[in-house]
């Protein structure tokens, strides 16, 4: 089992950047693929990116990709998102999801942790 918890959100114009943060407890943090997830209000928590335990392989949503990187850094157990040129519409609450095998999935489903969440508003 791991413990993850974010930060990083806040408000931001459109055009701009935030960073958010994942903090992990550190439990073989590395055999753990995550990922960033987000729900903006009324709808389904929605995938963003993904990332393989080693930080080797990354995967992103059509939405964003272009725009964020999702990267780790195994040492001090933390899961990064590098979010710019930031848009209206990429307002949600954000959550970082870790899943203990070799897969890297999409799905929120498939992912048994989760943070608490933190809240990126993007104003026009």
């Known amino acids: 089992q791991v413990a993850l918890e974010e930060s990083g959100g806040g408000l931001v114009q459109a055009g701009g950047s935030l960073r958010l943060v994942c903090a992990a407890d550190?439990?073989?943090?590395?055999?753990?693929?995550l990922a960033w997830f987000r729900q903006a209000p009324g709808k389904e928590r929605e995938f963003v990116a993904n990332?393989?335990?080693?930080?080797?392989?990354?995967y992103y949503s059509d939405s964003v990709k272009g725009r964020f990187t999702i990267s780790r850094d195994n040492a001090k157990y933390m899961l990064y998102l590098q979010m710019n040129s930031l848009k209206p519409e990429d307002t949600a609450v954000y959550y970082c999801?870790?899943?203990?095998?070799?897969?890297?999935?999409?799905?929120?489903?498939?992912?048994?942790?989760w943070g608490q969440g933190t809240q990126v508003t993007v104003s026009s």
């Open positions: 550190g439990r073989a943090f590395g055999g753990y693929a």
């Open positions: 990332i393989n335990g080693r930080g080797s392989s990354t």
């Open positions: 999801a870790a899943f203990n095998g070799i897969d890297v999935p999409i799905r929120a489903s498939s992912y048994p942790f």
